[in-house]
């Protein structure tokens, strides 16, 4: 540590600003309970909470690790450096004396392990009683221990309250002390872990109850980091591997494996058919499929004509699912197919059942099922079940309705990426240029229906969603014609990220025509007062500065900088920035 520990290391590693910030917390005396055991520095550092720090050797660097959401992130936080300068001024504190050894100022992890060991038995159970009265986490691993030890029918119930008591949150968990609040839970896992070893048949129980506590408290905590999601994923790991151990009855297992993954919120027993089959066996999957199938006769097939929004539900949602992993278990085709079609409500579940025909080789089912649902959704079909069936027409070289089904979807939805879509399909069959003049004057008939009375040579156009010719721009400079896309752009307008690739594509060839793009969008870049915009004008200003260099207009240049400054002089920080420029 006394090699890798300085003030050299602390800057480098936190930065001006987190350096200067924990240079403040250790003169403010910010740093406590700081110890080194074991070639670990550890401190508790105050601030708007405690948070708590630890800085090791590992593989000849400095590793660290601190609680705090900048130290979650794996940043060298405020607070490390606040311990850093701590260690270093207690390194320094020992003075030599007149022996030319130290002095000792304070006391060390050493010469507490070394009074412990001094104390009888008696005084030791004295004072780990004291602290369990301190520290919940500390409490909850000795009862756990405890209870573990406890013979008799009252032995799980100990232990569920424990589990429960470790698990309820209490008040709302804030983002702050989700950390603390997972580490408790941490240490009821460690056991029910090491019970699951020694004693499975115990722990199924145990962990199926610890797993509803945690559904529980997810409604009262601040889970932004997901670390009850990892916790849950943990337990429901624990379970199955205690189930492969213990082989519990099939059909009670599959009872509750059902209940649960029917009325779970959080999909901890998600896909449980699957993942349990080899546990469950024939007896336990046959139980399940009775269980579903009875729940899934209440359910109300849903068509066309229905609204999905209005019918369908979480319940719905779990049911279907289980009845899918179901007829995934049995391989059976037509079984997934009946799943399929309890809900047509839109078009997508047409594919999904098209798809499903396709890939067992039955391809005259799968054109069924999707022109079915092109049929039933004329106004409201899905792009993909059209991709779909687009292709599967090729592939009967019926490229005439391939071809329809595509201009339908670029008519609907026109955009770039449907366009690059039509063009792909027409070259296969060689119709590329009557398809694309026809996209082209169709955009421009669209152009024209909404195209301002009032024009100007350049339309700079702020704030539209789309910005005027946005979209023959884009598909000019995406077939390489910036030449034509700058014309549209000119007589029509685009939005400001295009008229910045116009930009960079002129900057080469017609410099002067880059500058004026530049020069117009540098004032509402600003105007959006935050810092990112500041650093996007400053790189702009300097490639305005570079391309009038280029023109001989240094002059023009440094008189163009002086109004930029005179306009936006209330804004210190872009003001710093135009300073950097010169």
């Known amino acids: 540590m006394k090699r890798l520990l300085s003030i050299n290391t602390l800057r480098r590693l936190a930065g001006p600003r987190s350096f200067s910030r924990g240079e403040d917390y250790f003169n403010r005396g910010l740093v406590r309970s700081l110890s080194e055991r074991d070639g670990m520095v550890t401190a508790k550092v105050k601030g708007t909470h405690t948070y708590t720090v630890n800085l090791r050797e590992d593989d000849g660097e400095l590793d660290y690790s601190c609680t705090c959401p900048m130290g979650d992130d794996g940043n060298f936080c405020k607070h490390c450096v606040a311990t850093g300068l701590s260690w270093l001024e207690r390194k320094a504190d020992g003075k030599k004396g007149k022996n030319g050894r130290k002095d000792r100022v304070e006391v060390t992890m050493k010469d ?8 009888d038995k008696k005084a030791l159970i004295e004072m780990v009683l004291e602290q369990t009265g301190e520290s919940d986490a500390l409490c909850e691993k000795l009862m756990m221990r405890a209870a573990r030890n406890i013979a008799g029918r009252s032995r799980p119930a100990a232990l569920k309250k424990i589990i429960r008591e470790a698990i309820s949150p209490g008040d709302f968990i804030g983002y702050y002390e989700m950390r603390a609040y997972a580490s408790r839970i941490d240490n009821v896992i460690e056991h029910l872990e090491r019970l ?19 559904e529980s408290a997810l409604h009262s905590v601040d889970d932004s980091n997901g670390e009850m999601g990892g916790i849950l994923e943990h337990l429901q790991v624990l379970h199955l591997a205690a189930c492969r151990k213990a082989k519990p009855d099939p059909e009670e297992l599959a009872a ?5 993954e029917l009325n779970g919120e959080w999909d901890v027993f998600r896909g449980a058919a699957v993942t349990y089959a080899p546990i469950l066996g024939e007896t336990g999957l046959a139980r399940y499929r009775r269980l579903a199938e009875e729940e899934w006769k209440k359910i109300e097939p849903l068509g066309p004509n229905r609204e999905e929004r209005v019918e369908r539900s979480h319940h719905r949602f779990n049911i279907t699912f289980i009845m899918e992993s179901l007829a995934k278990v049995s391989g059976d085709l037509e079984a997934m197919v009946d799943v399929k079609k309890k809900d047509l409500s839109c078009a997508y579940r047409y594919l999904q059942i098209a798809e499903l025909y396709k890939k067992s080789g039955d391809r005259d089912r799968a054109l069924q099922w999707a022109e079915a649902g092109i049929k039933a959704f004329p106004a409201r079909t899905d792009s993909r079940l059209r991709d779909f069936l687009a292709a599967e027409y090729h592939r009967r070289r019926r490229h005439d309705d391939a071809m329809k ?9 026109p955009c770039l990426a449907n366009y690059q879509k039509l063009k792909a399909h027409a070259e296969r069959i060689g119709q590329w240029p009557f398809w694309r003049e026809k996209a082209l004057d169709s ?16 339309s700079w156009r702020w704030g539209e969603p789309w910005g005027g010719s946005s979209m023959l721009v884009e598909i000019f400079l995406w077939e390489k014609n910036p030449d034509a896309a700058w014309q549209e752009a000119l007589e029509g307008g685009c939005s ?14 017609h410099p002067e025509d880059a500058i004026q793009v530049y020069q117009r969008w540098l004032d509402p870049i600003v105007d959006r007062k935050n810092n990112l915009s500041y650093e996007e004008a400053a790189k702009l200003i300097e490639k305005i500065r570079l391309l009038m260099n280029r023109l001989d207009q240094d002059a023009a240049f440094a008189d163009y900088l002086q109004t930029v400054r005179a306009a936006h002089k209330p804004k210190r920080n872009f003001m710093k920035l135009l300073d950097r420029i010169g």
């Open 496 to 509: 400001e990220h295009l008229w910045m690739k116009l930009a960079a594509e002129r900057e080469k060839e």
């Open 443 to 458: 955009i421009r008939k669209n152009l024209s229906k909404t195209k301002r009375t009032e024009k100007t040579h350049l």
């Open 256 to 260: 509750r494996l059902f209940n649960k």
């Open 112 to 119: 507490v392990k070394a009074y412990l060991v001094s104390l």
């Open 405 to 413: 089904l595509i201009w339908a979807e670029f008519s609907d939805h």
């Open 196 to 214: 699951s070893k020694e004693n499975p048949a115990e722990a199924i129980d145990l962990l199926e109850y610890a797993i509803e506590e945690m």
